[in-house]
Every structure is written in C-alpha cells, then in structure tokens.
C-alpha cells in the first residue's frame, strides 16, 4: 500500500483521491493546506488522519511515500524539490514547473534519488465522451 499527501484542495484534488481509492493500491494518509481550519475540514472529508500547514513537516513524514501536487503553478517546483529531498514520490499537476530549466533542475534530483517525479496530464488516448 502507498501512503500518500495532496497538496491543494481544488476539485482536482477530489477526482485524484476518488480516482486513487479505486486503484486498491493508495491510501490518503494527509492533506497539505496553509490553514488549518481548511485542511482539517478537507481531511475529514476523505478521512485522512493528518494536516500539516508546514510543508517541512509533511516532508519529514516518513509514512508518507508520495504526494499529489495540485497548488497554485508557481509552487510546483519549489514543492516539488522540498518532498523529493526527502525522499517522496511525487505526482504534480501541470504544468510541473515554469520553466525548461526549473524542470530539468528539479528532475535531476528525483533521478539522483533515485525517486517518480512526474506530470498528472491526461493521456492523449483517453476515450473522451463525444
């Protein structure tokens, strides 16, 4: 089972837990929010049983294996880079970073890590509803 964190609370966000509680392989275990009364509110939505508003602290989680990044574009890669240094997994809405180079730094990490940095953008095959 992989234990993971969302960062964001937007609808995205619900079709991503939703989507992931099928998969029979993934359990929210926390939600990221920069306040408190929020993240508690969206955690008890999906029965996580943590909320961090530091993201220090959701890095240094060692039960947590990954994370949804679904904040604003600009938070990305700096989000992105502080979970990779320890040790997460991480699945980031797009765009992943603002630049070519942001990117190419923050994915130089993940493969020193030896770590999945990767963009949530919908396949280009999906059978879309006509």
């Keep these: 089972m992989i ?3 969302t960062i964001g609370r937007g609808k995205i966000v619900d079709c991503f837990i ?3 509680k099928l998969s029979g392989e993934l359990q929210l275990e926390a939600v990221y929010s920069r306040n408190k009364n929020d993240g508690k509110a969206f955690a008890k939505k999906y029965n996580a049983k ?4 530091s993201l220090e602290d959701l890095a240094a989680d060692k039960e947590i294996d990954a994370v949804y ?3 604003p574009n600009l938070f990305h890669a700096e989000q992105s880079r502080a979970l990779l240094e320890a040790g997460k997994h991480i699945l980031c809405e797009k765009p992943i970073a603002c630049s070519a ?3 190419k ?3 130089t990490l993940a493969d020193s890590k030896g770590l ?3 963009e949530a953008i919908i396949p ?3 059978n879309f509803r006509r």
């Design 101 to 103: 180079e942001e990117y």
């Design 3 to 5: 234990k993971y964190a």
């Design 50 to 53: 943590k909320v961090y508003t």
């Design 69 to 71: 990044i679904a904040s």
């Design 116 to 118: 999945i940095y990767m």
């Design 18 to 20: 939703e989507g992931a």
């Design 124 to 126: 280009i095959y999906t």
């Design 105 to 107: 730094a923050v994915k």
